[in-house]
């Protein structure tokens, strides 16, 4: 446009050197090829050459490098001199440069040549350290040889582990099998893509501020590929910041609006660096009023507001377009609303059978059965929206119920808390059916075995609004006189039990137990399964109550059998094995105490299956068949054995680095008070300090600076047995 026009020429510059001599343009390009910065160049060139002209100097500087840098055919950036100043090199001075020329010039914004040079400069430029050596790549996970060379570890190790060379590339050495990590060398690495991220967000706002919509594209999706290493988990910040921009262009419409999927993940990251956004609405937060929306009192601004307005825009998208007929882009609307509603409970989002069943419909879609479940589960807790629906859908509520009975299994409980309140183990869905019978096993179950005896067992009944309706002490107090299930204790309830019999549709089952107040207390429970049997529908069908018996497979591996029992109280007939170790379940063909036919099943997967009384080598698909195990399974596996027979860990190993310029303090947030309480490590944590402590999922950590103006929240993302990192930002 008109701007353009009265910018110099980069190729030809001729209008600067109308304006600047040939000796000083020489002179100002060495200088910022040397690395002096340009606010000092400008300072020594005060009174010959101005700010406009010596900006469009030092974009040519950065176009001419990115040029020669492509021209030069190679696939990363060269060695730095060894008398690089500030830990990088010349070969960094580019990145510097278009930063310091972004600051100072709108107008560099919209020149082509620069932006594709410093563009090019943020993806690839790199200290020479940080590079593989083989394939001129950034290190992701960086390993060293045992001849002292250090590569990435996809360029030494195959997906088997195995090394890909016999041989060091560079010094011709043998290799011995073994690669070692490079802690240090992943800290720097973290911080350099972390400052790449934090300058291609610079960048990409200035990109967006002049309209250059293609450029930006590209610095955005460089600064994803970067993201996506550091973690987006752990950079929320930055992961917010790059979650704006997109949804910044987006707002602009036309070619430039965001995909469903590309929507849905910004939601995502905004709902994760938001902590109002996780926080459930108070009252309606939109009113109707004289045909227009008018906002309601309320804790949430109103940029939160706008979120929330947003993702409820996604349900009406996937509407209209399978109301205009367009199935496909309904599908994409439709899985966007999904990601988000799964991934952001707090927000509200909407569930989508209704949706999916509809465009079912709009396709002409023959068996609707699986949808018409889908949309009835999506309601079933409104009676009145469930009666609506079967009239409208021309269907028996009888014929869109889970009658399959349900299995809740916990893995692990390992417990030291210091009170005696019930505490929950798993939890079931809503039932659908009144109850025949519930059979409750642990595989092991046993407290600190000294001191005090506390701990129990339990099954509560709540109603549909979440108020007890029932509890049962499943086995008495551990270790008491009157305790005689022993460690792996089992038993069937029946309907004489008022926990079974006050059952309904809509109520919901937990698995609970209590530690026990006092000092020293604790709880230890392996493999707690709960199987759930629906009362028959009617008269004719058959509800018995199961029989049950410890017993002992081929093997010597115990567990409670369940199902009919011959005269000498041994299992007999089709039954259920509920091993006490591993959380494994056979179900087969028992005679007289021994196991014929059938199959092991890990939840619902098979994994082995038997005939005549020997383990098949390979499953055997007709007897899975023949022996199904069908039920709907709730099961938090949290503590459960490997396949190698250890224990997986019990905690959340959490790496939190203070990356802020002051120093913080960082505590835990207790959920159930909403107070912090003081960590194992001394608190302050100065800038730059890393420390390691070990938690739990889900768990919350609040970081503040001494006045309390900077504040920032974590959540733990990561399961049992795995590493998270915490990095607190400006």
């Known amino acids: 446009g008109e701007e353009s026009k009265r910018l110099p020429s980069l190729r030809s510059n001729e209008n600067v050197s109308a304006a600047v001599s040939i000796e000083d343009k020489t002179l100002i390009e060495e200088l910022l090829k040397a690395g002096v910065s340009l606010s000092r160049v400008s300072e020594l060139f005060r009174s010959r050459v101005g700010d406009r002209e010596l900006n469009v100097i030092a974009r040519g500087v950065i176009a001419t490098a990115a040029v020669a840098s492509n021209d030069g055919g190679c696939s990363g950036p060269a060695p730095a001199p060894a008398d690089a100043d500030e830990g990088g090199s010349s070969r960094r001075l580019p990145e510097r440069l278009g930063m310091c020329l972004l600051e100072r010039s709108k107008s560099a914004a919209r020149d082509a040549s620069f932006v594709r040079g410093h563009a090019a400069n943020l993806a690839t430029d790199a200290p020479e350290e940080l590079l593989d050596p083989l394939f001129f790549t950034i290190l992701r996970d960086p390993v060293v040889l045992s001849s002292g060379i250090v590569v990435d570890r996809s360029t030494a190790l195959d997906e088997n582990g195995d090394l890909k060379f016999h041989a060091c590339p560079f010094t011709r050495a043998p290799l011995s099998a073994e690669v070692y990590p490079l802690v240090f060398l992943r800290r720097r690495l973290q911080e350099f893509k972390e400052g790449k991220v934090r300058n291609m967000a610079v960048t990409a706002r200035a990109l967006l501020d002049e309209g250059n919509i293609d450029q930006f594209r590209e610095v955005m999706e460089a600064a994803e590929r970067f993201l996506d290493d550091l973690g987006e988990g752990t950079y929320v910040r930055l992961a917010l910041r790059l979650a704006e921009l997109a949804l910044e ?361 038997m005939d005549q009384g020997r383990w098949n080598e390979d499953i055997n698909p007709s007897i899975v068949e023949e022996f199904p195990y069908k039920v709907a399974i709730v099961s938090n596996l949290t503590g459960m054995y490997e396949s190698d027979g250890s224990e997986s860990q019990s905690f959340v190993d959490l790496t939190v680095r203070n990356a802020t310029s002051f120093t913080v303090h960082f505590t835990w947030i207790d959920d159930e008070t909403g107070e912090e309480d003081d960590l194992d490590f001394e608190n302050p944590m100065p800038a730059g300090e890393t420390k390691t402590i070990s938690t739990h999922p889900e768990h919350r950590f609040v970081a503040y600076n001494n006045d309390r103006s900077f504040r920032r929240e974590f959540v733990v993302s990561a399961d049992y047995g795995e590493e998270e990192t915490f990095c607190i930002e400006e």
């Not at 309706?469 to 107090?477: E, Y």
């Not at 529908?537 to 011959?566: H, K, T, W, Y």
């Not at 091993?579 to 196991?595: A, K, L, Q, R």
């Open 249 to 609: 262009s987006h707002d602009l419409g036309g070619k430039d609006a965001a995909r469903p999927a590309e929507l849905a993940r910004i939601y995502v990251r905004m709902y994760r660096a938001t902590p109002q956004l996780r926080k459930p609405a108070k009252g309606g937060e939109i009113a109707e009023e004289g045909g227009g929306e008018v906002a309601v009192e309320t804790d949430h601004d109103a940029e939160v507001l706008a979120v929330w307005k947003r993702v409820e825009d996604l349900s009406a998208r996937a509407a209209g377009f399978i109301e205009e007929g367009r199935p496909d882009e309904a599908l994409e609307w439709i899985r966007a609303c999904e990601e988000v509603r799964e991934s952001c409970p707090g927000l509200g989002v909407p569930p989508t059978g209704a949706l999916r069943l509809a465009l079912a419909k709009a396709r002409g879609d023959e068996d609707l059965s699986g949808l018409l479940r889908r949309a009835y589960e999506d309601i079933r807790g409104d009676p009145d929206e469930v009666a609506r629906f079967c009239e409208e859908e021309g269907v028996r509520l009888h014929d869109l119920r889970d009658t399959r009975p349900v299995l809740l299994l916990r893995a692990s409980v390992d417990d030291h808390s210091v009170d005696d309140e019930w505490r929950e183990a798993v939890r079931s869905n809503p039932l659908e059916y009144e109850v025949l019978a519930v059979m409750v096993k642990a595989g092991t179950f046993c407290d600190q075995g000294w001191g005090n005896a506390k701990g129990t067992l339990g099954l509560a009944l709540y109603d549909a609004g979440g108020t007890l309706a029932a509890r049962c002490d499943l086995f008495g107090t551990y270790r008491t006189p009157s305790y005689s299930h022993g460690d792996h204790p089992g038993r069937i309830l029946g309907r004489e039990e008022e926990v079974i019999s006050m059952a309904r549709p809509g109520f919901t089952y937990a698995l609970e137990y209590t530690v026990g107040g006092g000092g020293g207390h604790s709880l230890h429970v392996k493999c707690l399964f709960c199987k759930i049997l629906p009362l028959a529908a009617n008269e004719a069908a058959e509800s018995v109550c199961p029989q049950s018996c410890r017993m002992q497979d081929q093997e010597g591996d115990a567990g409670l059998f369940v199902g009919p029992i011959d005269t000498d109280g041994k299992p007999h007939g089709r039954g259920e094995l509920y091993y006490d170790d591993g959380c494994n379940i056979f179900v087969g063909e028992f005679s007289h105490g021994s196991m014929v036919k059938g199959v092991g099943y890990t939840g619902t997967e098979a994994k082995y299956s």
